[in-house]
C-alpha cells in the first residue's frame, strides 16, 4: 500500500474515531437527560403522594373537628330545650307533693279525731274547722303527654350522598403542572422569565413567581400579577438562581401546582449610575438617581459603558418634578462634562416632554409626556457599515427603537466610531425626579 493510501486511511480513521467519540458524548448526555427525566417522575410521583396524604390527613381531621363541633351544639340544644320545659314540670310536682302531704296530714288528725270523739268532742270540731280551711277541692294543672314536649332529631341522610359526590371530585393528579417557564433571558444585573400555559383547560387569572438564590434557601415571592414575564432584579452575575411559577383562575384562593423548577443566571453586571455628581443622590444598589436640588445642572452618566447592541436598557420614573425642555434620558457614547443635556452630538436620548433628540437634533416624530410610573426602553441593533460623503472614516448605522407608554419610535443612529457598549445618562433641571435603570 503507498504512503498516500496509508495517510488517507489514517486519518479517515482518526475522523471515525472522533466521530464515535462525539456521538458517545452526546449518547451519554442524552442518557443523563433520561436519567434525570426519570428522577423527576419518581421524585414528583413521591412528593405527590405525600401531598395527597397530608392532605386528607389534614382534611379528615378539619371533618372530624367540625363534625364533633355540630354534634355538641345539637346536644347542648337538646339539652337546654329540656331544662327549660322540664322547670315547670319541676314546680308542678312540687305544688303536687305539698298538696300530698297536707292531705295525708289531714287524714291522721281526721282518725285521730275520730278515734277519741267520745272522750274528746273538741277534737271533732278542730279538725272539721281546719278541713274548711284547706282547699280540696283545687288541684293543679297538669299538662298532658300531648302537650308536653317530645324531643327527637331531624337527620339529613343526604348529607352523605352530597358529601360522597364532593369527596369524589376532590382534588385531581395532573401529569404535568398547567405553567411552565419557557424562557430565561439575562439582563444586566437581573433575569427576565417568561412563562405560559401548557393546559388549555387551565384559565389564570394571576401568576405567582417565585426564586431563590441557592437550595438551601426559601423560596421567595417576586411577582404577582397577570404578566406572563417579569424581569427579577438585584441578580448577582454568575450565580444560578432557581425561579418556578404557578397560577390560580378568577375568584379563587388556591393556586396550582408549581412549575419545574429552571435554573437561569446572568453573566451580565447591573447598570449603575456614578456616584459623586452634585444634584442626585443614589440608592445603595446605584440602580435609582434621585434628583434632590436644582443647583448643578450637569449631566448624571453611568458607571461604566454596560449597555450593548441587543440588549434592553429600561429606565422606569419613580416620581417626577417640573418639566424643562433640556431634560434628558438616554445614552450615548461616552460621558463629555460641562454639558447640562443630553441633547448633543454621540448621544441619543427622549426629554420628559416626549421629544426625541438624535446627535443633538429633535425628530417630528414625538413620544408621549413622561409621568410617575412610566417605562422608557432603548432597543438597538448594528444594521450596516458604510463610509462618510467625504470618505474621512467609516459609518456605522444603528437601528434605534425607543419606546414609552405603549408607543415607539424607530430611526437610524449614525456615528463616525464604533463602539461595542454604550454609557447611558440623565439630566434633570428641577428636582424631584427620580430614574431607576435595569
Same mark, same amino acid.
Request: with cysteine.
Given at each position: 500500500?503507498?504512503?498516500?493510501?496509508?495517510?488517507?486511511?489514517?486519518?479517515?480513521?482518526?475522523? +471515525?474515531?472522533?466521530?464515535?467519540?462525539?456521538?458517545?458524548?452526546?449518547?451519554?448526555?442524552?442518557?443523563?437527560?433520561?436519567?434525570?427525566?426519570?428522577?423527576?417522575?419518581?421524585?414528583?410521583? &413521591?412528593?405527590?403522594?405525600?401531598?395527597?396524604?397530608?392532605?386528607?390527613?389534614?382534611?379528615?381531621? &378539619?371533618?372530624?373537628?367540625?363534625?364533633?363541633?355540630?354534634?355538641?351544639? /345539637?346536644?347542648?340544644?337538646?339539652?337546654?330545650?329540656?331544662?327549660?320545659?322540664?322547670?315547670?314540670?319541676?314546680?308542678?310536682?312540687?305544688?303536687?307533693?305539698?298538696?300530698?302531704?297536707?292531705?295525708?296530714?289531714?287524714?291522721?288528725?281526721?282518725?285521730?279525731?275520730?278515734?277519741?270523739?267520745?272522750?274528746?268532742?273538741?277534737?271533732?270540731?278542730?279538725?272539721?274547722?281546719?278541713?274548711?280551711?284547706?282547699?280540696?277541692?283545687?288541684?293543679?294543672?297538669?299538662?298532658?303527654?300531648?302537650?308536653?314536649?317530645?324531643?327527637?332529631?331531624?337527620?339529613?341522610?343526604?348529607?352523605? +350522598?352530597?358529601?360522597?359526590?364532593?369527596?369524589?371530585?376532590?382534588?385531581?393528579?395532573?401529569?404535568?403542572?398547567?405553567?411552565?417557564?419557557?424562557?430565561?433571558?439575562?439582563?444586566?444585573?437581573?433575569?427576565?422569565?417568561?412563562?405560559?400555559?401548557?393546559?388549555?383547560?387551565?384559565?389564570?387569572?394571576?401568576?405567582?413567581?417565585?426564586?431563590?438564590?441557592?437550595?438551601?434557601?426559601?423560596?421567595?415571592?417576586?411577582?404577582?400579577?397577570?404578566?406572563?414575564?417579569?424581569?427579577?432584579?438585584?441578580?448577582?452575575? $454568575?450565580?444560578?438562581?432557581?425561579?418556578?411559577?404557578?397560577?390560580?383562575?378568577?375568584?379563587?384562593?388556591?393556586?396550582?401546582?408549581?412549575?419545574?423548577?429552571?435554573?437561569?443566571?446572568?453573566?451580565?453586571?447591573?447598570?449603575?449610575?456614578?456616584?459623586?455628581?452634585?444634584?442626585?443622590?443614589?440608592?445603595?444598589?446605584?440602580?435609582?438617581?434621585?434628583?434632590?436640588?436644582?443647583?448643578?445642572?450637569?449631566?448624571?452618566?453611568?458607571?461604566?459603558?454596560?449597555?450593548?447592541?441587543?440588549?434592553?436598557?429600561?429606565?422606569?420614573?419613580?416620581?417626577?418634578?417640573? /418639566?424643562?425642555?433640556?431634560?434628558?434620558?438616554? *445614552?450615548?457614547?461616552?460621558?463629555?462634562?460641562?454639558? %447640562?443635556?443630553?441633547?448633543?452630538?454621540?448621544?441619543?436620548?427622549?426629554?420628559?416632554?416626549?421629544?426625541?433628540?438624535?446627535?443633538?437634533? %429633535?425628530?417630528?416624530?414625538?413620544?408621549?409626556?413622561?409621568?410617575?410610573?412610566?417605562?422608557?426602553?432603548?432597543?438597538?441593533? *448594528?444594521?450596516?457599515?458604510?463610509?462618510?460623503?467625504? $470618505?474621512?472614516?467609516?459609518?456605522?448605522?444603528?437601528?434605534?427603537?425607543?419606546? +414609552?407608554?405603549?408607543?415607539?419610535?424607530?430611526?437610524?443612529?449614525?456615528?463616525?466610531?464604533?463602539?461595542?457598549?454604550?454609557?447611558?445618562?440623565?439630566?434633570?433641571?428641577?428636582?424631584?425626579?427620580?430614574?431607576?435603570?435595569?
Amino acid at each position: 500500500m503507498e504512503s498516500a493510501d496509508l495517510e488517507a486511511l489514517l486519518t479517515e480513521a482518526k475522523e +471515525s474515531m472522533e466521530a464515535a467519540r462525539n456521538y458517545r458524548t452526546e449518547l451519554q448526555q442524552r442518557l443523563l437527560g433520561l436519567t434525570q427525566a426519570r428522577r423527576q417522575i419518581k421524585d414528583s410521583a &413521591a412528593q405527590t403522594r405525600d401531598t395527597l396524604k397530608q392532605h386528607f390527613l389534614d382534611v379528615k381531621g &378539619a371533618v372530624i373537628k367540625l363534625l364533633d363541633e355540630r354534634l355538641q351544639a /345539637l346536644i347542648q340544644e337538646v339539652d337546654t330545650i329540656a331544662q327549660e320545659n322540664i322547670k315547670p314540670l319541676d314546680e308542678c310536682q312540687k305544688l303536687l307533693e305539698q298538696g300530698v302531704s297536707t292531705a295525708e296530714d289531714l287524714l291522721k288528725d281526721g282518725e285521730i279525731a275520730l278515734s277519741c270523739m267520745a272522750q274528746e268532742p273538741e277534737n271533732l270540731c278542730n279538725f272539721t274547722n281546719k278541713a274548711m280551711h284547706i282547699q280540696l277541692d283545687s288541684l293543679p294543672e297538669v299538662p298532658s303527654l300531648v302537650e308536653a314536649p317530645c324531643l327527637s332529631a331531624q337527620l339529613d341522610d343526604s348529607f352523605l +350522598s352530597a358529601a360522597r359526590n364532593h369527596i369524589s371530585k376532590h382534588c385531581t393528579v395532573a401529569s404535568r403542572p398547567p405553567i411552565l417557564i419557557e424562557e430565561l433571558i439575562e439582563r444586566p444585573g437581573g433575569i427576565l422569565v417568561r412563562w405560559c400555559k401548557v393546559d388549555d383547560e387551565f384559565v389564570a387569572h394571576d401568576y405567582r413567581l417565585q426564586c431563590r438564590k441557592n437550595v438551601a434557601s426559601h423560596f421567595e415571592d417576586v411577582y404577582v400579577g397577570s404578566e406572563s414575564e417579569f424581569i427579577v432584579l438585584h441578580i448577582d452575575p $454568575n450565580i444560578d438562581y432557581q425561579f418556578r411559577v404557578c397560577g390560580r383562575g378568577d375568584g379563587r384562593h388556591e393556586w396550582s401546582p408549581w412549575s419545574v423548577s429552571q435554573l437561569g443566571k446572568t453573566t451580565l453586571v447591573p447598570h449603575e449610575w456614578c456616584s459623586g455628581f452634585e444634584g442626585y443622590s443614589l440608592s445603595s444598589r446605584r440602580n435609582i438617581a434621585l434628583r434632590n436640588d436644582s443647583v448643578s445642572h450637569e449631566v448624571l452618566y453611568s458607571k461604566a459603558a454596560t449597555y450593548s447592541s441587543g440588549q434592553t436598557l429600561t429606565f422606569r420614573v419613580e416620581s417626577v418634578g417640573q /418639566l424643562d425642555k433640556r431634560d434628558s434620558i438616554g *445614552v450615548c457614547v461616552e460621558p463629555q462634562f460641562g454639558y %447640562e443635556s443630553l441633547q448633543r452630538d454621540k448621544a441619543v436620548c427622549i426629554s420628559t416632554s416626549g421629544a426625541v433628540f438624535v446627535n443633538g437634533k %429633535e425628530m417630528t416624530n414625538q413620544l408621549p409626556p413622561i409621568t410617575p410610573g412610566s417605562t422608557i426602553t432603548f432597543d438597538m441593533e *448594528v444594521v450596516s457599515l458604510g463610509t462618510s460623503n467625504n $470618505n474621512e472614516g467609516p459609518i456605522h448605522k444603528r437601528r434605534v427603537t425607543i419606546g +414609552s407608554n405603549n408607543r415607539e419610535v424607530v430611526f437610524d443612529w449614525m456615528l463616525e466610531q464604533t463602539c461595542d457598549s454604550l454609557y447611558f445618562g440623565c439630566s434633570f433641571i428641577h428636582s424631584g425626579w427620580k430614574v431607576l435603570v435595569f
